[in-house]
């Protein structure tokens, strides 16, 4: 496919020369309010096709620059999604962490719900602040 290629590209850059080093009849040009005289129909015709190139050129540019925009934007959506799946992920952990914490609180004692405990007829505060 590639060498078929290169043959079309070949054979259209010969057709592209001989056509321009054989027409020499001279034509006068007007675009854009600009005149030009004494050019032949091969130069117009090499122009023509260095005004496509450029065209062409042009297209390709847009057309990599969206491609380019638009995996940037797929990839910064991704990075998002992740992001809000760790720490939707994270979440999830610190709640199972908290309930397994107030678990073992209540089970073990180690912090009971009501401040004050009776020893031996007298009522002694525990706490932080009351050692």
Do not use: C, W
Request: no cysteine; net charge positive; hydrophobic share 45%.
């Amino acid at each position: 496919m590639v060498a078929l290629g290169l043959l079309l590209l070949l054979a259209s850059g010969l057709l592209t020369a001989a056509l321009v080093v054989q027409s020499t009849d001279a034509v006068h040009v007007a675009a854009l309010g600009q005149s030009v005289t004494g050019m032949t129909v091969g130069g117009l015709f090499l122009a023509g096709v260095i005004t496509g190139a450029v065209a062409i050129l042009g297209v390709m540019l847009l057309v990599s620059g969206a491609g380019r925009r638009r995996s940037r934007r797929t990839g910064l959506k991704r990075q998002v999604r992740d992001v809000r799946g760790e720490k939707e992920t994270l979440a999830e952990e610190n709640a199972r962490l908290h309930r397994d914490l107030e678990a073992a609180r209540s089970e073990s004692g180690v912090y009971p719900a009501d401040d004050t405990v009776a020893h031996d007829g007298e009522t002694t505060r525990h706490g932080l602040f009351h050692r």
